[in-house]
């Protein structure tokens, strides 16, 4: 793999096609804290004990756990409709399962995203009323 296929595969400031925002928020959920920078280019050498993951000692993968919470807080679902929606999709989960992961991983997620939000200009433009 080049290297430029390597920043821009897991690059979370930069999302390159449709869904990749959800890859990038779990690739730095994944990674931990201490390797969550978006400077892939010179990747800090591996520390001593690897990170613990966000989702460590969860019963579900991190795919189901981030899409469950992420249509939560998107579309302003209650949890049951969240777990209906799951359901439907063959993944068996308490609506009460749903309450604890948007409560655990809300933060982290809004954390992630932070690189990701366009940043604020000083110029602004008013269309004219006619």
Not at 84 to 109: C, K, M, N, S
């Amino acid at each position: 793999m080049a290297k430029d296929e390597a920043v821009s595969s897991c690059h979370s400031c930069q999302p390159s096609r449709r869904g990749s925002r959800l890859t990038a928020l779990l690739h730095v959920l994944r990674a931990g804290p201490e390797q969550a920078d978006c400077r892939h280019e010179n990747p800090p050498p591996a520390p001593a004990t690897v990170p613990r993951s966000a989702f460590a000692g969860f019963c579900f993968p991190p795919e189901v756990i981030v899409l469950a919470v992420r249509w939560y807080l998107r579309f302003g679902l209650s949890y049951r409709d969240v777990e209906e929606l799951l359901a439907e999709r063959g993944i068996v989960v308490d609506h009460v399962t749903v309450y604890r992961w948007v409560q655990r991983f809300t933060p982290l997620l809004a954390e992630a995203a932070r690189p990701c939000r366009h940043a604020v200009g000083n110029r602004w433009q008013v269309d004219e009323p006619t």
